[in-house]
Structure formats: structure tokens, C-alpha cells
């Protein structure tokens, strides 16, 4: 068997290579082929993009749904770019140490710099039989063991290197100072959607999420925390983006509405009630009855439900709110919005870190 085959089909499609694709690719997500992206710097991050007709054009000149789709391509170019530059950095703060840092074109290599972690058998044994259903049937962990040494030693490395940048961050050795890309405000119709919280609220979070997309179940309980813990301070707006209209997704989406139409109490009981039960998974046939059964559960009237299912009500409102998710450039979920500003949320950065960093940011810009 094709070793290459049997290592991607383990780490899921993970590239295994050097030091900025591992630190890059597992720390920061997903990768971009941009690689020549200029990061707006200004606090409300309007930047000039170009010119046409003796006209200069900037972000906030965009569309709504085109300047969150420039905001995604720069998000994610941001990554690399803050890869290399950590790299660089590290490599320069390391071999500063060691007298070694005389000529910047000649920095030594990371992996000369840092003390190379190597797995044990147990561990790459273990990570085998943890993983052994991803792989083909009758692979050998032999046979793919070399593969294994590589991808721990990354991960290996890839701690190692986050818990230096630690410390060297904590002792005032070491900074990033690229600006991050600022997300655009964008105009949401909050309005139509089902609130939680005062009215008045100092600051609205938005929620965009479907019912069966894992993440979204895995951070429905973060969500919760964090709008019990700002109290009185937020508000919550729940936008119910069904990614399969025409499937289970959809039939669960629908159901929100028509719980929403006996009351926004009998719409937040049906919504955690989706969230915290087993109902399905993504790709299911649509019915109607799985709804219905949600909504029993929650306490909510069978029969008023079941009318508002069969009149197609709830199935035009998730077609509108795929429209409006559309027009502000939201194609995936769990997407969130504090104050019309998207949040972005890095790896092992919490929803609740990433809120309060952009509640502390507004207070501190005024």
C-alpha cells in the first residue's frame, strides 16, 4: 500500500511537511493559496483596493456579502502569513541566545533551534489503534509507521514550539505585531429573528447555526454559558441557517419557526431541545414527524405544530434565511456576530475569550 495514501487517509487530508505547514496548518486551520495578501491596518479596516474611472474604491464600498467573502480570503491568508512570521521570529529569538543571530539571512533552521521530540513505540502504537478504522482494512501498523513518526513529531513539535512562543511572549522577548484583517460591519436583520435577553441590551451576540452540524452541538453549550454569565450586559439573536434545506436539517430548521410562532418561551425550549438530543445527522431524508417529535419534547402544543409544519410556512422562512445569510456573505455554521462585527474564532480560542477580547477592544476604541 501506498504510504502517502495510508498517512493522508489517517490525519484526514492533513498535510504532514515542514515546520510553518504544521505550525500554520494545525494551529490556525484551514489553509489559503493566497500568499500575497495586504492586511488592512486601520482600526475600522477600510483600505483602499483600487481604482477605476479616477475613483478610488475601499472595503466599506463593497457589497455587504463581498466584503465578508474578502474578509474570509484575508482571515485565512492571515494565517500563513502569521505562521511564517512566528517562524521567523522564533528562529531569530533562539538563535539570538545561542550568539547565532549575526547575519539574518543565515538563521539557523527551527529544527536545529528546538529540541526535537521523538514518540515512543507506545505512543505511535496507540495513536495506530485509535486511528485504525480510518485506515484501509488489513494495514499494518509496520507498514505505516515511518508515517506515524513523521505526523507525531510534528505535533510534537508543533506544542513544543506554542509553549516557547509562550513564554517568550510572557517575558517580553517576543511579539507579533501584523495587524489582523478586521472584519466589516454588516447590516443583519435581527428583527426577524428570535431574541434571548433584554431588548436594550448593551451588545448583541448573533448565533448562525444548524441543528445537526457537529460544531454547532459542541459549542451550543459555550453559548449558553457565556449569554448566562453577561447577563443583562447581551443579547442573543438566533439565525437557524439550515446547510441541507431540502433534508433533515431543513425539517429541524422549519420546526423552529413554528415553534417560534407559539411564543419566543416555546421557541427557546425547542431549540435546546434540538441542540441536546440525538435527532440524526447531517445528510438525513427530511421528516417532518423528527420536528414534531423535538417539539413534544419540548412541551409545545402537537397539534398547532403540526399545522404550522404542513402549511409550508416554516419551509419559505428557512428559504428567506438562507437568502439573508447569503447577502451578508454566511455560508457555513457555527458563524457568530458580536454588534455586526464577525468573530473569528481561532484554535483554542473561546467563543467566550474571543467576545470579551472584542467587547474590551469597542470599550477601549470608544
Not at 22 to 42: E, H, P, R, T
Not at 300 to 326: H, L, P, R
Amino acid at each position: 500500500m501506498n504510504s502517502g495514501l495510508v498517512a493522508t487517509l489517517l490525519v484526514g487530508g492533513l498535510a504532514v511537511g515542514g515546520t510553518v505547514g504544521y505550525i500554520a496548518g494545525n494551529q490556525q486551520g484551514k489553509k489559503s493559496a493566497i500568499s500575497s495578501l495586504k492586511v488592512g491596518s486601520s482600526d475600522n479596516g477600510n483600505e483602499v483596493l483600487f481604482l477605476f474611472k479616477d475613483k478610488t474604491y475601499t472595503k466599506q464600498d463593497l457589497p455587504s456579502a463581498d466584503q465578508s467573502r474578502l474578509y474570509s480570503i484575508e482571515h485565512d491568508g492571515f494565517h500563513q502569513k502569521e505562521g511564517f512570521l512566528k517562524e521567523f521570529a522564533m528562529r531569530l529569538a533562539l538563535a539570538d541566545a545561542k550568539g547565532q543571530a549575526k547575519d539574518l539571512a543565515s538563521l539557523p533552521n527551527l529544527e536545529a533551534l528546538l529540541d526535537k521530540p521523538t514518540p515512543s513505540d507506545e505512543e505511535l502504537k496507540k495513536f495506530f489503534e485509535e486511528n485504525k478504522e480510518r485506515l484501509p482494512p488489513n494495514t499494518k501498523f509496520e507498514e505505516i509507521k515511518p508515517r506515524l513518526v513523521q505526523f507525531l513529531t510534528n505535533q510534537k513539535m508543533a506544542e513544543v514550539f506554542q509553549n516557547k512562543w509562550a513564554e517568550l511572549e510572557s517575558n517580553s522577548v517576543i511579539k507579533l505585531l501584523a495587524a489582523k484583517p478586521v472584519a466589516p460591519i454588516v447590516s443583519l436583520p435581527i428583527e426577524k429573528f428570535p431574541q434571548l435577553g433584554k431588548a436594550d441590551a448593551k451588545h448583541t451576540l448573533v448565533e448562525v447555526s444548524d441543528y445537526l452540524c457537529p460544531h454547532c452541538q459542541s459549542m451550543h453549550p459555550e453559548v449558553k454559558k457565556l449569554v448566562a454569565s453577561l447577563g443583562d450586559k447581551i443579547k442573543l439573536v438566533q439565525i437557524n441557517l439550515s446547510l441541507r434545506p431540502d433534508q433533515l436539517s431543513g425539517s429541524l430548521a422549519e420546526g423552529s419557526y413554528c415553534a417560534q410562532e407559539q411564543g419566543n418561551d416555546a421557541f427557546w425550549k425547542y431549540h435546546n431541545t434540538a441542540f441536546e438530543g440525538n435527532w440524526g445527522t447531517m445528510g438525513e431524508p427530511a421528516n417532518a414527524d423528527k420536528a414534531t417529535e423535538v417539539a413534544v419534547k419540548a412541551g409545545i402544543d402537537k397539534e398547532k405544530f403540526a399545522t404550522c409544519m404542513a402549511s409550508g410556512k416554516g419551509k419559505a422562512f428557512v428559504q428567506e434565511t438562507s437568502e439573508i445569510a447569503s447577502s451578508i456573505g454566511v455560508n457555513s455554521t457555527p458563524t457568530f456576530f458580536l454588534d455586526n462585527r464577525r468573530i473569528s474564532l481561532e484554535k483554542g480560542n473561546s467563543l467566550n475569550e474571543a467576545v470579551l477580547e472584542q467587547i474590551n477592544k469597542k470599550a477601549s476604541n470608544g
